[in-house]
């Protein structure tokens, strides 16, 4: 970055200016500005603009900052007994970004699709566990 001094740069996060609270420091020498965050959070995601002005003109940059989080349990899958010919659900649910998905699969051979319903919530329901083949 160059222009005539004074030359000022500030930075703000979508469109405002950053609050304390997320921890973030910025760093100016000279012409040089750095945005530094150490303890990335889901709460840093955003658009960061750069802004440096003199008397003579203002000029800004903006780069968006995606925060990637591994993904993680809410509701772990717990063992079931079933009666023969009836219905079971297994609960499973997982959180991050982007967001998880959710894979099922049987240890002890294939199921029919048929029998099988994922809801958008990551619930198995098995229709028919009579039918299972392992």
């Known amino acids: 970055m160059s222009g005539d001094r004074p030359l000022d740069i ?3 996060k ?3 200016p950053i609050p304390a609270s997320l921890g973030v420091t910025v760093d100016n020498i000279d012409f040089t500005s750095s945005l530094r965050i150490n303890n990335l959070t889901p ?3 955003g658009n960061y603009t750069c802004i440096a002005r003199n008397e003579a ?3 800004e940059h903006q780069s968006q900052l995606i925060v990637r989080v591994p993904p993680q349990f809410v509701v772990q899958p717990e063992d079931q007994d079933g009666i ?3 219905t079971v659900t297994l609960n499973c ?3 991050g970004y982007p967001p998880p998905t959710i894979v099922w699969e ?3 051979g294939t199921l029919s699709t048929d029998d099988l319903r994922v809801c958008r919530v990551s619930i ?3 229709r028919k566990s009579g039918r299972d083949t392992g």
């Open 43 to 45: 709460d840093h995601n």
């Open 57 to 59: 003109a203002v000029v």
């Open 14 to 16: 979508d469109g405002r």
């Open 106 to 108: 049987h240890s002890k």
């Open 84 to 86: 023969y010919g009836k």
């Open 124 to 126: 198995l329901i098995i």
């Open 93 to 95: 649910s997982a959180e």
């Open 10 to 12: 500030t930075w703000q």
